[in-house]
């Protein structure tokens, strides 16, 4: 069965790193997204892409993040200088159509020290 | 614009009782509804969506949701608890307005199986 997978599952930083979250959407799908995690919060939205650009974005999304298809297959979350507050679990998701149910990757805990 | 309301951040049930997650939601529009379960330190699955059709839906590992639109719920229910269903359960709405689809997750309940 198809599924999203990412990578890595635990990424560690110092504060002020850049950090790039990686994903693998599920083929056929063309909407893709990220979502966030903070230890024992609610999920978060961070944003959704399509067709190569940003469809939408949250409060959250500043400037020190950004997204990028770089090819056919890969999925990115860039953070260009974490900060302490952006620890959390990063979920990436896809899905076929806009409308649809999304499919989640298992995650990626970024802890920033 | 669309809003979902989890009632009870934190629900515990004995092993062979009732389970129900209650969810509520705001749309304007027709909305597809979802629930996702979470399992510790695992990415969120689908459990069951409403679309259009039936409004009783049935998901997996024996959970199924009613669609009320009077009520605007989608309450998620099982008839008997397992210890195995202890997890985060989130309700989600999506539908379209502005000229985009929103998404949005509910706050979560999480759930506890007392043996």
């Known amino acids: 069965e198809p599924e999203v997978t990412q990578t890595p599952s635990h990424q560690v930083t110092q504060m002020g790193q850049e950090v790039i979250l990686r994903c693998v959407p599920i083929?056929?799908?063309?909407?893709f997204y990220w979502y966030r995690q903070i230890l024992g919060q609610k999920v978060e939205f961070l944003v959704s892409?399509?067709?190569?650009?940003?469809?939408?974005k949250s409060e959250i999304f500043d400037d020190q993040f950004s997204v990028e298809r770089p090819d056919g297959s890969n999925f990115t979350l860039k953070i260009r200088s974490t900060k302490l507050e952006d620890s959390a679990m990063y979920f990436c998701?896809?899905?076929?159509?806009?409308?649809?149910?999304?499919?989640f990757g298992p995650g990626t805990r970024l802890t920033v020290l | 614009a669309q809003s979902v309301t989890q009632l009870g951040s934190h629900v515990s049930v004995s092993e062979g009782a009732l389970v129900l997650l209650r969810c509520n939601y705001s749309?304007?529009?027709?909305?597809?509804l979802f629930w996702y379960v979470q399992y510790p330190n695992q990415g969120l699955q689908l459990l069951l969506k409403?679309?259009?059709?039936?409004?009783l839906v049935k998901g997996i590992n024996g959970f199924e949701a009613e669609f009320k639109k009077s009520e605007t719920s989608f309450h998620l229910t099982k008839p008997s608890a397992h210890m195995s269903d202890a997890a985060e359960y989130f309700c989600?709405?999506?539908?379209?307005?502005?000229?985009?689809?929103?998404?949005?997750f509910g706050t979560g309940t999480r759930l506890k199986v007392l043996a």
């Open positions: 998701a896809s899905s076929e159509r806009q409308h649809n149910e999304q499919f």
């Open positions: 083929s056929n799908h063309l909407y």
């Open positions: 892409f399509y067709n190569n650009e940003i469809s939408e």
């Open positions: 749309s304007s529009v027709p909305p597809y």
């Open positions: 409403y679309t259009t059709g039936a409004t």
């Open positions: 989600a709405v999506s539908g379209y307005t502005s000229g985009t689809y929103k998404y949005i």
